[in-house]
């Protein structure tokens, strides 16, 4: 597989090479029955889920074999490239664009 890699724009080594020292330690507060008691939001007994809503119809992960030269082809126009294939697929198909 041909991944780039990203660039950080800060000192990892800097960040792994720290040592939390103990008075580093009374910073973070201590987690009270309360703190926890509200780290989960309940509409009566319903848990309300956090973060994006699930969509109505997801993608399902299949396995397809193709040419080296196609599958270079898509790569090499980076990030994204599978929905690329699945727009072109849709298109050829005569479906309507998803979403």
């Given at each position: 597989?041909?991944?780039?890699?990203?660039?950080?724009?800060?000192?990892?080594?800097?960040?792994d090479a720290h040592?939390?020292?103990?008075?580093?330690?009374?910073?973070?507060?201590?987690?009270?029955?309360?703190?926890?008691?509200?780290?989960?939001?309940?509409?009566?007994?319903?848990?309300?889920?956090?973060?994006?809503?699930?969509?109505?119809?997801?993608?399902?992960?299949?396995?397809?074999?193709?040419?080296?030269?196609?599958?270079?082809?898509?790569?090499?126009?980076?990030?994204?490239?599978?929905?690329?294939?699945?727009?072109l697929l849709r298109?050829?198909?005569?479906?309507?664009?998803?979403?």
């Open positions: 597989m041909t991944a780039k890699k990203h660039v950080l724009g800060s000192d990892l080594a800097k960040v040592v939390i020292q103990p008075e580093e330690y009374d910073e973070i507060p201590e987690w009270t029955d309360e703190m926890f008691e509200r780290a989960d939001l309940y509409h009566g007994d319903t848990l309300i889920r956090r973060g994006r809503p699930p969509k109505e119809a997801p993608k399902k992960p299949v396995s397809i074999r193709l040419d080296p030269d196609l599958l270079e082809y898509f790569r090499a126009s980076g990030p994204g490239w599978q929905t690329r294939v699945n727009d298109q050829a198909a005569g479906l309507p664009k998803a979403g």
